[in-house]
């Protein structure tokens, strides 16, 4: 067979043959095939994510693992990591966003960890459009439909709405789980000796190549591929997860991992490379869903809900017990060896035969060439004065809180039950979510969360999009008071194959890293997405980052939207921002144009630094981190949810346009009960504060630009 | 002897049909101004081994009054065939 | 008090229960596995929890409702026992006929979850003798199939024997049809059986037992139990 069939290269055939110093047969190549793919390689990547931080204080375990752990202290530690599964559901909306929730899930619980929060990131095309209407509808059903009846809250998430993702839209799933140190699973721990152990569903056709499918850009008819997508039952999920943590607590796994893209191949071969080990699996012996499935088959199965465990064979019969208990399969099908090589059978002779390391981690990387877009210049001209300042500033706020992607999704979240397991302290709706984690015997502490993606900034000046898109994260958490403890992020982008495409990725890369370096905040965890796209239509470049921070108590926690009469307003932070790719040039100006603030360290630094102060010692009611439309929708939002207007008087120092909808930079806005202003403005001395005026009445009135009731307010948030 | 039973089973006709009423809407709006009504049920299909087909009707009708069918909401139809080998 | 919870494979708030029982009693909470034959003895308090057992499928609570532990939960109901069966929980109950009626899907088609207000209109019942009478209290609800129905007949059976015990509200107090999140008939969020010894609801009080997540009315439902055990029943 040849090559090119299974998606390699010229090149990584001859890589093959080369370590192989022998043809590989039929299965090996067909597993090549999905091994090396995009999607389980991160051939195109991998130089560019050694760019991100990966070490901190608070790292337990980094990359390269299921899930990235934080430590939380007195012994436990949160495990986490965001996931796409854009072309799934891209195809098949409800299973595509399902099999995804289940799929991240999977991830956290291999580490040992119990599942506790799910977000999700979702763009969409015009939502006025059917077909948005349909992947949406679907998407949302699927999320909440497994999410749901998994026993995972859905504390937050992220819904964006741009035509660049209409034909290929994106459901990006992040989980969190919460894991005892000292009960952490890893995959360099197996021994020769040990048997090989599949948990849980059978194993069917679902899903084959699977991991091939996301990493080739969609076809004009999708129908065809609809055999790829896997069916997701979160019943069995619900069953695994009880029966993997019974199976930790006590003591019965030496390791564990999930099956995921590309299944047992994937799953098995990982264990055998990071613990050095060899391994022999007997197909034969796999409990299979249909009739006649080949080797390759089985080996690339993407049946959900499966997990391999690593068993001494002294526990066996009481891991039996544990799984019958919770009625799963659980069947031995191979052994670790001491030889160092990875064995497949089937039928009884030897399908497959390879060195453990070469299947997984050494498809050669691909260096892509990268190229300046040509009309990046063109992107970012943007002269401020050849835009006609409106003349109806409270027409342009109304028409920025129609924006579908700043109005309420209220109706979205209330479809997920946010608060299964009561730990959820704040959940959807908010700049940020709130956990509480129990740890035992120790005191409970505290976890926010924060998801961004700004994928405008990043289309039209990469660097700084990709900058500020971390940041915004990470202000988020310290204006409420949390110390980041690290991130996880997704790089959902169109071909690489494309230069500018390629040149975009790494400009976004290095943003997110430089923000993440000057802030001090390591990445822990992700995951790449390429190939989004079609012949008609690439996605905007679309770096997600969901930020975890601590809160050892919620004493130190500052809320948002908690204004009172008489609290005096202030925005901490530069009064000057910019348009550059703003939603308000966007939304007004129909322009995608214009630089972003250029990240600054130092402020960022300084910013933080008082901030968290500001947080710690009381000094403020109400904060909200300035994003998506700026200071006025800021207000909007505070005066909405608090059912509170203002009175606004400043010297505008800039355009109003510019002051009011500007974007960008480390910017808040705050609400200050009198008694605490001497201690607010010591706090924030030395750095730019604005102060705004007053919380009052029920009308939001800034002289000299907009007055609206809160009324009219709620009216277009909530359309 | 094998056989294969169907079961039909829809909610009996005074309880609210929710599923039927967005399905009849959903319809309404793509054209079909003929439709009447919609009533949205389900359909099981059971093999099993019955010496006789009054036995595994038998069977079949334990099965629904057991555990396959809710008296209090819903009804049901069995059709029954022999299935080969 | 005696509180034991049961876990059928698929419930996801046993845990929760577990942990604002524990919490407010100050004792351990036995949790019962779906497939035993008995519960620990001087049990006082059963609860069935929330989730989705069986993972909802052919109906919801239709096949924990025929669990093996389900033979003691109804004798302990017959004995006087206290028996509380929260949102999946009361499908179960409803299912077993230990009370009666059926949850159909919620008139949105869609799951609901969201805070939500109660009226509570019995305050006579073991379960809710810390309420005051008409008092209007929050617990959240999060369910996919929460609408209750009986045919009407029954319906009106069901309120003349006064087994209503908390309705869908708005916080004023008025349970006019609109207020009601899922469309439940009458606005029934809560019943008891006719002995009032088996309560089930939609709403969930172990949600509501911490007023840093999600209020403090689901306390009154535990209080009300405690003082009713103590109480010598």
């Known amino acids: ?279 022999v699996l007997d197909l034969d012996r796999v409990p299979l869903r249909e009739k006649g499935m080949t080797p390759w088959e089985i080996a690339l199965s993407e049946s959900q809900e499966r997990m391999l465990l690593i068993v001494n064979p002294d526990r066996m019969e009481q891991v039996l017990q544990v799984a019958a208990k919770w009625a799963l399969d659980c069947t031995v099908f191979g052994e670790t060896t001491g030889d160092g090589r990875y064995v497949m059978k089937a039928g009884g002779a030897v399908v497959v035969d390879l060195p453990p390391a070469f299947i997984g981690g050494n498809a050669p990387v691909i260096h892509w060439p990268s190229r300046e877009p040509r009309d990046l210049e063109e992107r970012q001209r943007l002269e401020v004065e050849e835009l006609s300042p409106p003349k109806d500033l409270g027409a342009v706020l109304r028409s920025l809180l129609e924006d579908p992607n700043l109005g309420s999704k209220t109706w979205i979240s209330e479809q997920y039950d946010s608060m299964v397991q009561t730990n959820t302290v704040i959940g959807p709706g908010g700049p940020v979510s709130v956990l509480r984690v129990l740890r035992g015997d120790s005191a409970p502490v505290f976890v926010a969360f924060s998801m961004e993606a700004d994928p405008w900034k990043c289309r039209t000046d990469p660097k700084g999009g990709g900058a500020e898109t971390m940041a915004r994260t990470l202000r988020s958490l310290s204006v409420c008071g949390a110390e980041p403890l690290g991130w996880t992020n997704c790089l959902n982008f169109p071909s690489p194959q494309d230069p500018e495409v390629f040149w975009e990725m790494r400009e976004c890369v290095q943003g997110m890293a430089d923000a993440a370096r000057a802030l001090a905040c390591p990445v822990v965890s992700g995951n790449v997405s390429l190939y989004n796209e079609t012949p008609q239509k690439k996605i905007l470049p679309t770096p997600l980052v969901v930020t975890a921070g601590l809160l050892p108590d919620l004493d130190g926690f500052l809320p948002w939207s908690r204004w009172r009469e008489g609290d005096h307003l202030f925005l901490a932070g530069m009064p000057n921002a910019a348009l550059g790719a703003s939603r308000y040039l966007l939304r007004t100006f129909g322009l995608l144009r214009g630089k972003v603030l250029p990240f600054d360290a130092g402020a960022e630094q300084d910013f933080t630094a008082r901030a968290r102060r500001t947080a710690k010692e009381g000094a403020a009611r109400s904060a909200r981190s300035l994003a998506g439309g700026g200071l006025a929708v800021a207000l909007a939002k505070e005066a909405l949810e608090s059912g509170i207007g203002a009175r606004l008087d400043v010297q505008i120092p800039t355009r109003p346009d510019v002051f009011l909808f500007g974007e960008g930079g480390p910017r808040a806005l705050y609400a200050v009960p009198p008694a605490s202003l001497p201690l607010f403005r010591s706090i924030w001395r030395g750095a730019p504060l604005t102060e705004l005026g007053v919380a009052t009445g029920n009308i939001l009135d800034v002289k000299r630009g907009f007055s609206l009731s809160l009324a009219e307010l709620r009216d277009s948030w909530r359309r | 002897m094998r056989h294969r039973a169907e079961i039909v089973v829809t909610l009996k006709s005074g309880v609210l049909d929710i599923q039927g009423k967005a399905v009849f809407q959903s319809l309404q709006q793509l054209g079909y101004g003929e439709l009447e009504d919609v009533r949205v049920g389900k359909v099981i299909h059971l093999l099993l081994d019955a010496p006789t087909p009054e036995k595994a009707r038998e069977l079949a009708r334990g099965m629904c009054e057991d555990l396959l069918v809710n008296g209090l909401i819903e009804e049901y139809r069995i059709s029954l065939e022999a299935a080969e080998r | 008090m005696n509180v034991s919870v049961v876990v059928f494979p698929g419930s996801n708030c046993d845990q929760d229960a577990v942990r604002a029982l524990a919490s407010f009693s100050g004792r351990p909470v036995a949790q019962v596995w779906h497939g035993d034959p008995a519960l620990p003895a001087a049990t006082d308090l059963v609860i069935l929890p929330g989730g989705f057992s069986y993972g909802d499928y052919l109906r919801t609570g239709a096949m924990a409702a025929r669990s093996p532990i389900m033979e003691a939960v109804r004798r302990h109901a017959y004995e006087g026992g206290l028996v509380l069966g929260i949102c999946n929980g009361f499908q179960i109950l409803t299912e077993a006929r230990l009370l009666p009626g059926a949850l159909l899907p919620n008139k949105t088609l869609t799951f609901v979850c969201k805070p939500c207000t109660l009226r509570v209109e019995r305050t006579d019942t073991p379960f809710t003798g810390a309420f005051r009478s008409n008092q209007v209290v929050q617990f959240p609800i999060a369910h996919h199939e929460g609408l209750f129905y009986l045919p009407e007949e029954e319906l009106d059976e069901l309120e003349r024997r006064g087994q209503v015990v908390f309705r869908y509200a708005s916080p004023e107090g008025s349970i006019a049809p609109e207020v009601s999140p899922n469309g439940s008939l009458r606005n029934i969020a809560g019943i008891v059986n006719e002995r009032g010894n088996v309560l089930g609801l939609m709403p969930h009080p172990e949600r509501a037992s911490d007023p840093v997540l999600g209020g403090r009315d689901g306390l009154l439902v535990w209080q009300s139990v405690a003082g009713w055990i103590e109480g010598g029943h």
């Open chain 1, 1 to 279: 067979m040849d090559f090119r069939t299974v998606g390699l290269t010229e090149n990584e055939y001859k890589t093959i043959l080369r370590e192989l110093g022998r043809t590989p047969n039929e299965t090996e190549l067909r597993l090549f095939g999905v091994m090396w793919s995009e999607h389980c390689s991160y051939k195109s990547t991998r130089p560019l994510l050694r760019l991100f931080p990966t070490e901190g204080r608070a790292v337990v375990q980094g990359p390269g693992e299921n899930a990235g752990v934080v430590d939380l202290g007195e012994g436990f530690g949160l495990a986490f990591k965001v996931e796409s599964h854009n072309h799934p559901s891209a195809v098949e909306p409800y299973q595509g966003a399902a099999t995804g929730v289940g799929g991240i899930i999977r991830d956290i619980l291999a580490m040992g960890a119990r599942p506790v929060a799910s977000m999700d990131g979702l763009f969409f095309g015009d939502p006025e459009l059917r077909k948005t209407k349909a992947l949406r509808q679907g998407i949302v059903a699927g999320i909440g439909g497994y999410g749901n009846a998994v026993g995972v809250p859905t504390v937050g998430g992220k819904t964006v709405y741009d035509e660049a993702y209409t034909e290929n839209p994106l459901v990006n799933a992040f989980c969190a789980g919460v894991v005892r140190l000292e009960d952490m699973v890893r995959s360099d721990t197996a021994q020769p000796g040990r048997l090989v152990v599949l948990l849980g569903a059978k194993t069917g056709r679902d899903g084959i190549a699977g991991a091939a499918f996301a990493s080739v850009e969609l076809a004009e008819d999708t129908s065809a591929s609809r055999p790829q997508v896997q069916i997701g039952d979160p019943f069995a999920e619900k069953l695994l997860i009880e029966c993997c943590l019974e199976l930790l607590e006590k003591g019965l796994i030496d390791s564990m991992q999930d099956m995921g893209a590309a299944g047992i191949i994937s799953s098995s071969s990982e264990i055998a490379a990071k613990s050095d080990v060899g391994m």
